[in-house]
């Protein structure tokens, strides 16, 4: 029998998802042996050229990290998608729009502006924006264009698989890998690589008083040194923990630091970020307006906090983009 | 001296022993709570706790651990201003309850239930409640010690603030289940031409009968959605409705301190004022999420508050 076919492609991201794979050591030397990689631009030399002159579901398997924030990542993705029998988003830009994804708060306007305009560590005094086509003596050169708003993968093309995490931990990535190999991949459509509930299910952390700790002030954890016995939400520190499906086996809670969210939401949560807010809020010790605004004073950055890897993802994006924000 | 051990406490002795019953004896029964209380005027004519107080003078324990009162009262204390005693009637009401829970009785409140197959025993439903009625507990399930949700349905009065705060969908109550909630929202057809409002009132929040009928009298593109309390709702649940079509969403609760369920609507305060403020981050301020504390003094004031929105809304939407 043939090797699989398999492709990895990086989109907007910062390369994490690449290093995760390769932590997966001397395993990978054995996936090497029984698959066929037809692209990695991240490890391997292979020209966008070569995948092009595939024919169509030639890939067995592509994992696709990154969200679609420019025309290249969006042709790629399509160009991908029609080569490639199974289309995993690997990794919480891909799945949910990721860090990238919090630019939707932003338009391309203002991100030009402090990006080409007013960043301190900038000298444009010429004032140059990327152009999307430049005439030079040797000829035309283009430039991807950059869209207004983040996409998640699936907002791009059809997936059909969700790998999550920011990144996903290597345990994971391996045991999806030898699932694709036995060839026993559940329905299309579902998040892989995860546990059954959330992080709060795994976690040993000790809950204080039988759960019925109320918070008067949050706090951010470079301001305490957090106790790593307790829970961090009973010590005012907002961990996200109860919101995100588990898999990623606790590494930052294990690190002392508050879960931020990457795994994604657990089953049937459609707004990550609106859920947390909704837990996060029930939680406040208040008795009057005035001890909840007060307590409020203290979330510093909620849309930051709440949407970190899933703005593109959320109610709030589909809402301010339109229906160009419907999934494929 | 007597050798046989007299029963020497008689029911209201046990009642003034419970901190909080030693009221019991400043009460002169003139009824003032009785006109106060929003239970007896909107869910349980026999709701009654200068009867209550009559039972338990006469020492009818089992009239009195059957009564309503004793089950129903949320501690709101809506009527302790208005009392002449400056009688906390609901420490009273508390502490025959607690009698009645030691005696074996059991509260005929639907309360909320909790999946162990789906709970994480993140404990935020503990935290959230105003009763501590959910508790987490180490227990065996399916071979394994788990750490989940317990609740006291005793404590527990059905307000859903848990539900709205619990991330799994673990705990829940008939008719304010997360499906539930759903399905009221997308069964709201939209209307077109006219601005598309989704009221959601708390079922205690409009004490005026006139103001509870004047809903009704809205039409179509006014949904009304009652709900036992502001708390529970969640800014996923108002963002859903926008995006099946809805304009605009309004929530009524009631004034802090005079909450059913003491702090629903504190909770419900944070909840609606961080939604406003990402959809604020996102360009889309312009209070299509408005959340409004009504007091039981402000009567007329949903109409207003009401009108108020379909102004803003028409006749175009905010967005876009
Ligand atoms: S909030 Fe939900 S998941 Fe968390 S402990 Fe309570 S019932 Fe369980
Ligand atoms: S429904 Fe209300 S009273 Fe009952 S457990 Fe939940 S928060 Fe507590």
Redesign the pocket.
Known sequence: MAKPKVAFYWAASCGGCEITVTELGMKLVEVGDLVDIVLWPCLMDFKYSDVEAMADKEIDVCFFNGAIRTSENEHLAKMLRAKSKTMVAFGACSHMGGIPGLANNYDKESIFERVYDTSPSLDNSAGTRPGISTKMPEGEIVLPSFYEQVKTLDQTVEVDYYLPGCPPVAEQVGAVLGVILEGKLPEPGAVIGVGKKTNCDECERTKRSNGHVRIKAFKRPHEILADPEVCFLEQGLICAGPATRAGCGLPCIQGNMPCRGCYGPPEGVEDQGAKMLGAIAAVIDAKTTEDVERVMDTIVDPLGTYYRFNLPDSILSELKYGNGNGKQ | MSHTKVKTNSFADQVRLIPGGEHLDVCFACGTCVSKCMIQQKAEPEYNPRRLIRQVMMGREEAAFTNPTTWMCSGCDLCFPACPQEIHISEVIGAVKHLAIEAGYSSPLE??SVDEGLCAGCGI?GM???????ELIIKEINGSMDRVAE?DSN?????????S?CLTGA?S?PGVSNSEMKERILVAEADNGQPNLMTFVCDWCLRASADVELLESYPENVHVIHI??S?RIDPEIALLALRSGIDGVLICGCQPGECH?QR?TLVSACKITLLNLMLGRMDMAGGRVRFVQIGTRDRGRIKKEIDGMLELLSPQPEVH
């Open positions: 309360t909320v439903c959230a409640c105003p009763y501590e009625a959910p609740v404590k527990c009065l059905g307000c859903g603030t848990c539900v705060a705990i109550r036992p309390c708390g369920y629903g």
